[in-house]
C-alpha cells in the first residue's frame, strides 16, 4: 500500500474511492473490523507519511479518510502529533496510539494494551466489578462477603446520595453532607482490601466474551482534563448504573433547567435561589424582573417535585421573610403538571396534599410544556410563564449508555434480566436498580424507579452471589450449574412524601401490618382491603428514620 502511493498517486475523488475500497477489503479479509481492533499499522502510518511528503497540507486529503470504514471514526493529527484512532463496536471501544518520528511510524507500532487489571487467577479471590452508587449499588456493597470475593467498584461519584433529604439541602434545613456517605464507609474492603479498589471513573462499554469492561476516567467538574482509558477484567459484572432525568425531547431543558438527583444539583439550585433574593432587591430593578427573578417553577409533580415545593414554601415562610423583608412578597411557587399531582398515591392523599401546598402558597398549574427559554416556559395551550429558577423533575428513563449497551432490554428500554437479576444472554452479568427491569416471558412486571426496589434488589443480589461464591461459583463461568436458590420477589413496603411544614403522606395500602406495628398514623381516605393510607405528623427526619431502619 505504501509503495502505491509513493509512486505518484493523485489527489482524485475517484482514486480516493478506490483506496478505500482496497483499505476496506484489507481489513475485512483481516477479520478485525468486526471485533473493534487495530487494522494493520503499517497501511495507516505510510499512507500518512507519503502523503505528508508530496504535500505537507495534508487537511486538503484526510477527511475523505472518514468515508473508508463505515461506523469507524479516524482522527488524524498533524505530524509529531500523538495520533489516537477511535474504534467504535458493539462490545467496547478500542484505542490505539501512535508516538514517535518518521521512521516508527513506516515500520508500524503494535497496539498498547490498556492498562487496568487483568483476569484473576487459579488460587485468587474471584472479583466483583461493580457499576454504580446508587442505592441497588451501595446496597449491594454492603451485604457482599468481601471473605469471598474480591470487589471494584466503578462509578463517576465516590458517595451515596441519600435522595428522599436531598431536596431539604436546597433550602439550608439541612447540610449537604448530611445526604452524601462516602462509598469506603458503606463498603471498607474498597480502601483496605489490597485487591479491592474504587475507580472515579465512567464505563464507557463491556466486552462479554473476554468480560472485561472499559473506563475512562472522569475529567469534568473541575478535575482535570486527561482523561485516559483502562480495562478491568471480571468474574462477576453488576451493573447498577442507575438512570437519566426524562426531559421528552422538550427544547431548551438542559441549558436552562435544574435537576435534583445529585449533591451538586441542590448546591446549584441554592446558589441560583440565593443569587436571585440578592439581585432583586438592587436599584434599578423593575416590578416585572423581580416578579421574574423571584418566581420559582417546578416541572413535575411526583414525589420529588411535591417534595421540593414544600420547602420551598417552607424557606419562604421561615427565611425570606426575616431575611429578605423588602423583596417578601415577590417570591412565589408555581408547581407544573400534566396530570394529576402524586398520581402512585391513594385519593385521599392527593386531595390532602393539594389543600396543604395552596395552604402553603404553592400555585398549583395543569399544562404541558413545550418549550423552556432563557427567562420563561411555553406550555402547550400558549401561556407563557417567566420564572427565575426552574427545577425539572417529570422521572427517569435509562441512560445514554445503558442504550449503548448490545445487551437485551426489558420494556421501556432497560436492561432485560430474569427472575434472579441476571442478564441471561451472557454468563455472569447481573443488572438491578433503576437501569434494569425483567423481560417479557418472566411474566413480572417492571418495577418503578423507587429507592426501595434498589435496594431490595442490591440485598437481594448480594446473598445471592455470596451463596453461588460458597459453592465455587464465583469464578467467570463456574455458576452455570450451580444452585440459584430463591428468585428476587418485591414486596412493596408503602410510599411516602413529605409536603412542608413537618408534614408527610405514607401510603401503607399494601403494609397494613408494618404501619400498625409503627403507629405512624391514623388512617386516611383508605379503599379495598388491606389499605392503610396514611397522614404523618411526625418530624419528617424521624419518619424517614423509621422507613429506612426498615429497610
Given at each position: ?39 494493520s499499522?503499517?497501511?495507516l ?62 515500520t ?36 457482599v ?13 465516590n ?11 436546597c ?28 475507580y ?64 451538586h ?65 415577590y ?7 400534566a ?50 429558577l ?30 434472579w ?30 429507592a426501595?426496589v ?19 461459583g464465583?469464578k ?58 396514611a ?17
Amino acid at each position: 500500500m505504501a509503495r502505491l502511493l509513493k509512486t505518484g498517486l493523485r489527489q482524485s475523488l475517484d482514486t480516493y474511492s478506490g483506496l478505500g475500497r482496497v483499505i476496506g477489503n484489507s481489513i475485512q479479509q483481516s477479520g478485525t473490523c468486526c471485533t473493534g481492533s487495530s487494522f494493520s499499522d503499517r497501511y495507516l502510518s505510510s499512507l500518512v507519511h507519503s502523503r505528508e511528503r508530496k504535500n505537507p497540507n495534508t487537511q486538503l486529503w484526510r477527511p475523505n479518510l472518514n468515508g473508508f470504514l463505515a461506523g469507524d471514526q479516524i482522527n488524524l493529527g498533524r505530524r509529531e502529533i500523538s495520533t489516537t484512532i477511535h474504534f467504535q463496536s458493539s462490545s467496547a471501544e478500542r484505542v490505539v496510539e501512535y508516538h514517535g518520528e518518521e521512521d516508527e511510524r513506516d515500520t508500524g507500532v503494535e497496539k498498547k494494551k490498556l492498562p487496568g487489571l487483568d483476569p484473576t487467577k487459579p488460587g485468587e479471590k474471584p472479583r466483583i466489578v461493580v457499576l454504580g452508587t446508587g442505592w441497588a449499588g451501595c446496597r449491594f456493597l454492603k451485604g457482599v462477603d468481601t471473605k469471598i470475593y474480591d470487589v471494584v467498584c466503578i462509578s463517576p461519584r465516590n458517595h451515596m446520595v441519600f435522595t428522599p433529604l436531598l431536596a431539604s439541602t436546597c433550602v439550608g434545613t439541612l447540610e449537604f453532607r448530611s445526604v452524601a456517605e462516602p462509598v469506603n464507609r458503606i463498603q471498607s474492603a474498597l480502601s483496605k482490601s489490597p485487591n479491592s479498589y474504587f475507580y472515579l471513573a465512567r464505563c464507557t462499554g463491556l466486552d462479554t466474551d473476554k468480560h472485561e469492561v472499559h473506563c475512562e476516567t472522569v475529567c469534568d467538574n473541575g478535575l482535570p482534563n486527561n482523561a485516559y482509558r483502562f480495562r478491568v477484567a471480571y468474574d462477576k459484572l453488576v451493573i447498577g448504573a442507575g438512570a437519566e432525568p426524562l426531559t421528552f425531547n422538550v427544547n431548551g431543558v438542559y441549558e436552562h433547567a435544574f435537576f435534583l438527583r445529585e449533591v451538586h444539583h441542590a448546591q446549584e439550585i441554592r446558589k441560583r435561589l440565593l443569587l436571585n433574593l440578592m439581585l432583586s432587591e438592587n436599584p434599578g430593578v423593575s416590578e416585572d424582573e423581580k416578579k421574574r427573578l423571584l418566581h420559582c417553577v417546578v416541572v413535575g409533580g411526583g414525589p420529588t417535585g411535591v417534595e421540593f415545593s414544600g420547602e420551598l414554601s417552607d424557606f419562604i415562610m421561615r427565611d425570606v421573610k426575616d431575611r429578605f423583608s423588602h423583596v417578601k412578597d415577590y417570591i412565589h411557587v408555581t408547581l407544573i403538571e400534566a396530570n394529576e399531582i402524586l398520581s402512585s398515591f391513594d385519593v385521599g392523599l392527593r386531595q390532602y396534599a393539594i389543600r396543604h401546598l395552596t395552604k402553603s402558597g404553592v400555585h398549583l398549574l395543569r399544562g404541558i410544556v413545550k418549550d423552556v427559554q432563557p427567562k420563561k416556559i411555553i406550555l402547550n395551550d400558549g401561556t407563557e410563564v417567566p420564572y427565575g429558577l426552574l427545577v425539572w423533575s417529570t422521572g427517569v428513563g435509562p441512560s445514554s449508555f445503558i442504550k449503548s449497551l448490545d445487551l437485551p432490554k426489558a420494556p421501556g428500554g432497560r436492561i432485560g434480566v430474569d427472575e434472579w437479576l441476571r442478564v441471561p444472554s451472557v454468563d455472569d452479568v447481573y443488572a438491578l436498580g433503576d437501569c434494569a427491569g425483567f423481560l417479557e416471558h418472566t411474566g413480572k412486571q417492571t418495577l418503578p424507579a423507587l429507592a426501595q426496589v434498589a435496594e431490595r434488589e442490591g440485598k437481594y443480589l448480594a446473598a445471592l452471589l455470596n451463596n453461588i461464591g460458597k459453592q465455587n461459583g464465583g469464578k467467570a463461568f463456574c455458576a452455570r450449574k450451580v444452585s440459584m436458590g430463591d428468585p428476587f420477589v418485591y414486596k412493596h413496603l408503602g410510599s411516602m412524601a413529605s409536603v412542608g411544614r413537618y408534614k408527610a403522606l405514607v401510603d401503607l395500602r399494601q403494609s397494613k401490618s408494618w404501619a400498625r406495628d409503627r403507629g405512624l398514623g391514623r388512617p386516611y381516605g383508605g379503599q379495598g382491603q388491606g389499605s392503610s393510607p396514611a397522614i404523618a405528623t411526625l418530624p419528617v427526619n424521624h419518619l424517614v428514620a423509621h422507613y429506612v431502619y426498615q429497610i
